[in-house]
């Protein structure tokens, strides 16, 4: 007897693997992981293809992942919850830089006249560090390992900084 997904499982499941590039459920359930910071296991991905979700947030990101849902896909499915959820996530990511992130580049500029090169180019990796795939655990390892060499670094630059000034 085969059972039957609840729509927003359906279409999920039916969006993810009609994608042009293949998407498996490992790599979507990464992928989502990645996205939210937060731990998202297979097995949770494979349960909410099976069996849907009440939560429209994780049906949000798991669209995200996908790539191919609209809001409009989760309104027509009776899912306007879901809909909403990722129409706030699109209007979020859409928006403008905030005041933080602008006063944040304008101390980062700031900060980045008065350090060497060689100081800023181990700054720069570090926020890169998220953005390269790897497993939480890994990323902080090399996070770890880079503010060690930032800290040696900016305690070499400050006593340099005093002997010129002496």
Do not use: C
């Not at 490992?26 to 939560?55: H, K, M, N, P, V």
């Amino acid at each position: 007897m085969a059972t039957t997904r609840p729509p927003e499982a359906e279409l999920i499941h039916t969006r993810r693997i009609a994608r042009l590039e293949k998407l498996t459920v490992q790599e979507a359930a990464r992928r989502a992981e990645d996205l939210s910071g937060e731990r998202f296991a297979e097995s949770t991905w494979r349960l909410i293809e099976r069996d849907g979700s009440r939560i429209p947030g994780k049906l949000a990101l798991m669209a995200r992942v996908v790539g191919n849902i609209t809001p409009e896909d989760f309104d027509a499915i009776g899912r306007p919850d879901a809909g909403d959820a990722l129409r706030l996530d699109q209007q979020q990511r859409e928006a403008p830089p905030s005041v933080t992130d602008a006063v944040r580049a304008q101390i980062a500029e700031e900060f980045r006249s008065s350090m060497p090169d060689e100081l800023w180019e181990l700054a720069q990796a570090y926020s890169d560090i998220d953005q390269l795939d790897a497993s939480p655990e890994q990323r902080a390892a090399m996070k770890a390992a880079l503010r060690e060499h930032l800290a040696s670094g900016q305690r070499l630059h400050d006593s340099h900084l005093k002997m010129i000034k002496n």
